[in-house]
């Protein structure tokens, strides 16, 4: 007979809770229960998964009593105070927050590329960064191919990462802005909830996700950087894959824009190789036709599970050196899907 | 006693058109008169000049009797039709389009940049193209001090690049999206005039500026990349300083957005002295204060003659490389004024 888990969703209520919803209705995980956990505020909101409704609960320790696996997005906080409750109660967690994805016991998880890595989990996987997922779907197959140097990339980044919020604040700033009056009275949350300043994004560019460090870089470009390393080298601090990121929000509700420059070992690899190599990954889909006009576009991505790669092209100046430009649902791909697919894995592994 | 100048507009009526009569206005440039031309579509309107209103006239070959300076904005064909028509009745020409702008003898000026090339004119001087202009802004002072090797950019650019009607048009289709209409109705120009497609801009990323070229670049993209070599190296093929591009149309009304990266041949350069380099240069004001959230942003470039830098810091792995966000109007630096800057340059360098 075929073992069914019970699972609880905590964070079930936000933007990515709900996907994780939507995208565990459609999985190949035998579902036995599902619980909803979040905040206080959240408790007693009803929500359905498949025709079942279900009440939102107030998130305790003690409700991961009897749960197998938990699927976590409610914040980094809530991640770091209650996973380590659900572990002792004998569950498996995947974590969409930065929690703790560069703690070296836990693996850092995008199933296409490291799968491996989920043979060493202690009950915590983590769910990279979405900026991240979509960067190491595109590259991954470049790498195995053809070797990776080196990765100069600046991102295109959707409102839907700051969540849902984020989402009606950039509709309501544009509304404002369209009807001629000011869009500061509705800037409350971006560039980054923590922060001091709240800017506007409608028709505007904010080159700050999360916030600024001493070095110079934002969280976010930290992020890509160092879970890059850790993904597709074990070593978070590696130089044999040098990156360097700039993170831009635009006025974009759902769907992150990437646009990469990437050199290869192989300094004979030709555009057509590395463009089939990239199609041939699974997952990817290649929208590259410049006759026709066919490129990535976030509308088109919005609620597609796959990362769609196009405009690949070399820079005729330095052999081995290429552009692309990568779009993925930030909220699906990079972020409710991969973590659900994780625990697709985990299940296929035989490792819950 | 001071020369004064008959002036002709060309293209008056459009996006930069209106704001070269403003910028005009603004100028030290002596005005005897000016003449506002268009095509005959838009003949008959009225505009005004200071306190004077003018009326739009037609363009004819005859229409430059008399002119002295002409500052031309209404489209590459035109400009291809009419400039040598007012260069044979003696007046010197500034044009905004990009018809002249690789012809050897025709100089292609950034007045802070190279106006030295002045001295070469034959009657027209091209205006570069918006994006190329804020990059050569943020990067001249760069190179002249540290010797730049390599630029990797990716662009964020405005609607307005498109003209006026491509604002008109993102504008419609935001609030179409708002009311949850469809927004694909609305799209009739962007990504570009010429193209057979036309696909929504707002709450979109559009990786296509101008016609996409058999090598796999836009033609935005191959202008940055010659562009930038015809100004920095007086050569539009040299590799001395390699270029490669990626453009992408972002839901922005005005003000272009660049991620620069960039390498420089002196390696012991730091992140300040190429800061302090970058702001000692005559039209940039670096807004680089990240404890207090302060980075350049479209909203408030608008309207501003200056090319905005910030997010300033090294690439940790690689020695000489750096990464930094530039931001300008693209009607003004990037279009008008820097037309009429290369006038009043013309007219205190007494080439005209």
């Known amino acids: 007979m075929t073992r069914e888990y019970n699972v609880a969703i905590l964070g079930a209520t936000g933007a990515v809770g709900r996907r994780m919803i939507e995208q565990l209705e459609q999985s190949s995980i035998p579902v036995k229960s599902v619980k909803l956990l979040a905040s206080a505020r959240s408790a007693g909101k009803k929500l359905k998964f498949k025709d079942q409704e279900l009440?939102?609960?107030?998130?305790?320790?003690?409700?991961?009593?009897?749960i197998d696996l938990v699927l976590s997005s409610a914040g980094?906080?809530?991640?770091?105070?209650?996973?380590p409750e659900a572990v002792k109660r004998g569950a498996v967690c995947v974590d969409n927050t930065s929690a703790f994805r560069m703690d070296e016991d836990v693996p850092l998880v995008v199933p296409e590329v490291n799968s491996e890595q989920l043979?060493?989990?202690?009950?915590?996987?983590?769910?990279p960064n979405c900026s991240t997922i979509q960067m190491m779907m595109a590259l991954e197959p470049v790498r195995k191919k053809f070797g990776l140097k080196q990765i100069i990339v600046s991102t295109y980044q959707a409102a839907s990462g700051a969540g849902q919020a984020?989402?009606?604040?950039?509709?309501k700033e544009a509304q404002a802005y369209l009807d001629g009056k000011d869009?500061?009275?509705?800037?409350?949350?971006?560039?980054?909830?923590?922060?001091?300043?709240h800017y506007p994004l409608a028709f505007n560019?904010?080159?700050?996700?999360?916030?600024?460090?001493?070095?110079?870089?934002?969280?976010e470009e930290w992020k890509m950087i160092h879970e890059t390393k850790k993904i597709m080298l074990n070593d978070m601090n590696s130089q044999d894959i040098k990156v360097t990121t700039t993170c831009v929000r635009v006025p974009v509700p759902i769907s992150h824009g990437e646009s990469i420059y990437f050199t290869v070992e192989d300094e004979n690899a030709t555009t057509d190789e590395i463009r089939k190599a990239i199609a041939n990954f699974s997952g990817n889909v290649v929208e590259d036709d410049i006759k026709n006009q066919i490129y990535p576009q976030p509308i088109n991505a919005e609620g597609k599970r796959e990362t769609f790669i196009g405009r690949i092209r070399p820079d005729y100046e330095n052999k081995g050196a290429f552009n692309m430009w990568v779009v993925s649902d930030n909220l699906l791909k990079g972020a409710a899907w991969n973590t659900v697919e994780i625990a697709e894995y985990l299940v296929k592994m035989d490792l819950i």
Request: aromatic share 4%.
């Open 55 to 66: 009440i939102v609960e107030e998130t305790t320790p003690e409700s991961f009593e009897g």
């Open 205 to 219: 560019l904010l080159p700050q996700i999360d916030v600024l460090e001493d070095n110079g870089y934002s969280h």
């Open 76 to 83: 980094g906080s809530v991640s770091k105070k209650f996973l």
């Open 119 to 127: 043979k060493h989990h202690h009950g915590i996987i983590a769910n």
């Open 183 to 197: 869009m500061q009275a509705d800037a409350k949350i971006l560039p980054t909830k923590g922060d001091k300043k």
């Open 166 to 171: 984020a989402i009606e604040e950039l509709k």
